[in-house]
């Protein structure tokens, strides 16, 4: 190992251990290491996968023990890859991937270390479904601790908002039940303020009805007709139902099958949609958007939704380097889509490809104090993202990334805290706002006095 472990505590917490401790030298520790982001490359003394909460509880004492630092992995998608950590232990949730579904009661039990696509393929064939995100290979506990947003937000809300409760592990080792009923505090906090408060375990959803066919997919256009066609869309969605999510992209067209050859590697603009009412309303509701200018590309069409789930996948895949800069807007207005239209056409890689989130509807109608998460009346998120398969090129890409991000500065409004990157405590403050800011460390003084989970968006307990 790369620091001296405690024998004797390493001795007792492999006794009693269910899953697999995989130290430096056993052949599968770079598999276990490596996390989403291939730009993060860090050496934990020890990575605990753990079978159980049991597990949890073990290696949670067994950090507070030795004094090693603890990254909590669930999906490994962190941006800033704080699931994994240099000289620590990593408590690995990876094997934790039960989803049970009681289609009468519509409820899901989910262990902390399944994907969404997990959650997706369980909840389906009732045409069900949980909030989620937009990339299958998502960890569920990341994702809603965050808050959640995702192609049904607008009409069910975030993931957090159809969570019913939780269950806990403290810094303690102690297990806590937080729900509106129990530990309600725990609970707000859980809700937006990401892993600061202990390990969950297992979160319990409250399920929605979607699909099993939806109107999804995108249209795109070339970037010369992007002016336009964000203007157009501005206008489009003015009044859009809540059964209408949509997702602007930019980015060089990707060699993918049904991408026509002439369009690979220039720049497009395209409006991806999610309509989750009836496929005959949803058809008319698209109808504009499709008929707009002069789409280079169609593939808005009704599908299953859990096709349309895992549309992003290929963009988005395990091991390329990625960096992320994000912020909140309250509207695309003609500065913001000109600074857009601008930075779009410097992007270099073929690889990068941001999103421009439309918010609103459910999301927005939740109280801002009912949960941590702030950012509920933000019109637009911006989740300006660099791409690139190795080291090259990618630092060109991140100074692009915060340029882009620099020019929207006038217009930041709020930032979604699942899209930060290690950008420092006063930004999370920012984020957070005083009220909620301070809640939240007197709820981390209460649940991890020590700070022992602090390789996340941290709120240091003061």
Not at 9 to 14: M, S, V
Not at 285 to 309: A, N, T, Y
Not at 349 to 375: D, H, K, Y
Request: net charge negative.
């Amino acid at each position: 190992m790369t620091v001296a472990v405690d024998a004797a505590a390493l001795d007792e917490l492999e006794s009693g251990f269910a899953g697999r401790l995989v130290r430096p030298t056993d052949d599968s520790f770079d598999e276990h290491r490596k996390v989403w982001n291939g730009s993060i490359d860090r050496h934990p003394a020890l990575i605990a996968r753990c079978a159980g909460a049991d597990d949890i509880v073990a290696a949670t004492r067994f950090a507070r023990r030795t004094g090693l630092p603890v990254a909590v992995r669930g999906g490994g998608h962190s941006f800033p890859g704080l699931s994994v950590c240099d000289d620590g232990i990593v408590i690995d949730l990876s094997l934790m991937k039960g989803v049970t579904v009681d289609p009468e009661a519509r409820t899901a039990r989910v262990q902390a270390g399944a994907l969404l696509g997990d959650l997706d393929r369980a909840t389906q064939p009732y045409g069900l479904a949980a909030p989620s995100g937009i990339v299958t290979h998502t960890g569920v506990a990341g994702l809603t601790l965050g808050g959640g947003i995702g192609w049904v937000m607008r009409k069910h809300g975030l993931s957090i908002d159809q969570l019913s409760s939780v269950q806990l592990i403290t810094a303690a080792g102690e297990r806590v039940v937080a729900s509106e009923a129990e530990n309600a505090e725990l609970f707000w906090g859980v809700r937006g303020g990401g892993g600061n408060f202990g390990i969950v375990t297992a979160f319990d959803f409250n399920l929605c009805d979607v699909g099993p066919t939806v109107v999804a997919g995108p249209i795109f256009w070339p970037i010369e007709q992007s002016p336009q066609v964000l203007r157009f869309y501005r206008d489009w969605i003015a009044d859009a139902p809540d059964e209408l999510m949509t997702i602007v992209m930019h980015r060089k067209a990707p060699p993918l099958p049904f991408v026509p050859p002439e369009l690979h590697g220039k720049l497009i603009v395209g409006v991806v949609c999610c309509y989750t009412g009836p496929v005959e309303v949803g058809e008319r509701v698209v109808r504009p958007i499709k008929s707009f200018g002069s789409p280079v590309l169609d593939q808005c069409v009704p599908k299953p939704f859990i096709e349309h789930q895992a549309m992003f996948d290929p963009s988005f895949p395990p091991g390329r380097w990625y960096y992320f800069r994000s912020c909140d807007v309250a509207e695309l207005s003609d500065e913001v889509i000109d600074i857009t239209v601008e930075h779009t056409r410097r992007i270099q890689s073929p690889l990068t490809s941001f999103p421009i989130w439309q918010m609103g509807g459910a999301v927005a109608r939740v109280g801002e104090g009912e949960t941590a998460f702030n950012g509920r009346s933000a019109g637009h998120t911006f989740n300006i993202n660099a791409a690139t398969a190795t080291a090259e090129g990618f630092d060109a890409e991140r100074e692009w990334v915060r340029g882009f991000w620099t020019a929207l500065k006038p217009f930041h409004t709020s930032v979604y805290m699942n899209f930060l990157m290690d950008e420092g405590e006063e930004r999370i403050r920012e984020a957070y706002g005083p009220e909620k800011y301070e809640r939240l460390t007197s709820l981390k003084r209460t649940y991890d006095p020590g700070n022992l989970f602090r390789l996340n968006q941290n709120i240091p307990p003061g």
